[in-house]
């Protein structure tokens, strides 16, 4: 109830202030309601575009802070060990000794694409030359 006396109380400020643009809507109304059709039914399209468009984006900016959250639990269980590498946690390799370093190589160096015999390498110098 508060709510439409609310909206009567707003309209009535309205045609206190705007008396002349009342007077031109209701024109449009009597005289041409289809000119006043159109423009009414663009001046929802627009309020409801208002509404929409911040509702859109908070149910967007709701689901990309979900998105970060689920990474960032991710990221930290892994780093409390739950993920296996080598056979051992990364929770078991923080409780070695101090000072303790193990290097795992992943892999030998690739071979060179290139062959050798491709090409010569030409040595240059680089020379300033003045203006």
């Known amino acids: 109830m508060n709510f439409l006396s609310a ?6 400020d309205f045609v206190r202030r705007n008396p002349l ?17 159109v423009l009414f039914i663009g001046i929802m399209v627009v309020l409801l575009l208002l509404l929409a468009i911040p509702i859109f984006l908070l149910f967007r900016l709701r689901r990309a802070s979900r998105h970060i959250e689920d990474e960032a639990r ?21 409780r070695k000794q101090e000072g303790e370093v193990k290097v795992y190589t992943t892999s ?17 110098e680089e020379v300033k030359e003045k203006k």
């Open 7 to 12: 909206l009567i109380d707003s309209i009535i």
């Open 21 to 37: 643009m009342t007077t031109l809507i209701i024109m449009l109304m009597v005289f041409a309601p289809s000119a006043f059709g």
């Open 74 to 94: 991710r990221a930290s269980q892994q780093a409390r060990g739950q993920q296996f590498y080598g056979g051992q946690t990364y929770g078991q390799q923080s």
């Open 108 to 124: 030998q160096q690739p071979q060179k694409r290139v062959n050798d015999n491709v090409g010569d390498y030409v040595e240059f």
